[in-house]
């Protein structure tokens, strides 16, 4: 081998060890690529930076459902209750599964919330497949994330309402005291400040149902799941359900799952999945993330800006009281505890026109369900 030819092997040697040290930079320079190069990797790190922060940006997608189907066998007869689904729910999202008696709406929700296993097909709730998980991993999970707001309330006759809204941090393994506070400060978010030692059958429709509210939000979960929630409720108490329902989901970022076959009440959906014969109809997407998002700015404004109203009101009536001006402690406790969400968000959809079509007008009109001001004169 020629002088020249070993000190050119050499050379080429000492390139590639150096470059192992210093990395590719050095190619760049020796390829006369130089600073230029380095300005393209620069711009290349940057553009993977901005993806990887819309990435971040971008709404999760807190519940997916792909190719789920339920059947239930009857018999002989096999009953496609939910039959071959597929959509996504993002994550603060208020979604409405709108469709008919017998469409497969509540087995739809029940599967979504693991209360039944699907017969084929997976559900990712934040992005984990509940069909993998165990008894015992599902029932934690939903502890973790999930609540529930139930048609026929499913509140402990045996408890009153403080006690009721308690229950779920109990399996949380929250302290006594810190349970109570929390239970104590959600009966008064859902306006029932003053009715803490009532038992259920102390208490009307609305007032349950605010009751069975506050149980399903108490533990801050990220998703709640709704059957009908307002199904045995009078319009007026009903609108005021809902109002509360979606102002406390958008305070506080949840996203909530609520069955309807009433159109009306869809009317407080981000997205509208219609459902029939346990088919997906069609996805209504009618609020992006961005509008969400606005929407839950402003509300947090208005209930901090009510609270200060509240406050002020409170420290007003205790000063009249302690002069002696015929304020009672109850008014003073009321006026503490009226801070429902429907004082804070616009009621979308105007009592009256509702009317005909929400469901058990015979309860309302029976006198079941009066609503809570005229029963109490004083909650809102
Ligand atoms: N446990 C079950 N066993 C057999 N069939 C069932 C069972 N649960 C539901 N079904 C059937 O599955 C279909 C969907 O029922 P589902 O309760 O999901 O309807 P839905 O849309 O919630 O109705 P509704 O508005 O009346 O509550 C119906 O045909 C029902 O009869
Ligand atoms: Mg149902």
């Given amino acids: 081998m020629e002088a020249d030819e070993r000190a050119g092997i050499l050379h080429q040697k000492e390139q590639i060890g150096l470059a192992v040290l210093i990395g590719s930079e050095y190619w760049s320079v020796l390829e006369g690529r130089g600073g230029e190069n380095m300005e393209t990797e620069k711009k290349e790190e940057k553009t993977a930076k901005k993806k990887e922060k819309k990435k971040e940006k971008q709404p999760e997608k807190v519940i997916e459902v792909k190719g789920v189907r339920k059947i239930y066998r009857m018999g002989k007869e096999k009953i496609y209750a939910v039959d071959n689904v597929n959509f996504e729910i993002l994550k603060g999202e208020f979604c409405c599964l709108l469709g008919t008696s017998g469409s497969g709406k509540s087995t739809l929700l029940n ?32 502890q973790k994330y999930l609540g529930f707001v139930f048609q026929s309330y499913n509140l402990m006759g045996s408890m009153n309402a403080l006690e009721n809204v308690e229950f779920p941090l109990v399996f949380k393994r929250v302290r006594p005291k810190k349970r109570k506070e929390l239970a104590m400060a959600m009966l008064k978010q859902v306006g029932l400040g003053a009715r803490l030692n009532h038992k259920p059958k102390e208490m009307s429709g609305g007032q349950q149902q605010r009751v069975g509210i506050a149980r399903a939000f108490v533990a801050n979960p990220e998703i709640v799941f709704a059957d009908e929630p307002t199904g045995n409720l009078d319009t007026k108490t009903a609108m005021e359900v809902m109002d509360l329902i979606h102002g406390l989901a958008r305070r506080n970022h949840q996203t909530i799952v609520m069955v309807t076959h009433d159109p009306r009440l869809a009317e407080y959906a981000d997205k509208i999945i219609h459902i029939l014969d346990g088919k997906i109809q069609s996805v209504e997407v009618k609020k992006s993330m961005e509008e969400i998002e606005a929407e839950a700015e402003a509300e947090i404004q208005a209930y901090k800006e009510l609270q200060k109203r509240k406050k002020e009101e409170r420290k007003r009536k205790l000063a009249e009281l302690r002069q002696g001006k015929g304020v009672t ?46 029963k109490t004169g004083t909650d809102s």
């Fill in 329 to 374: 402690t109850n008014e003073v406790a009321a006026a503490d505890s009226v801070v429902t969400a429907s004082q804070v968000a616009p009621k979308r959809v105007e009592a009256g026109t509702a009317q005909e079509r929400l469901p058990d007008q015979s309860a309302a009109e029976n006198g079941q369900d009066r609503t809570e001001q005229e």
């Fill in 111 to 142: 599967l979504m919330a693991g209360i039944e296993k699907a017969t084929k097909g997976d559900i990712l709730i934040k992005g984990q497949n509940i069909r993998r998980m165990s008894e015992n991993g599902l029932a934690k999970f939903r």
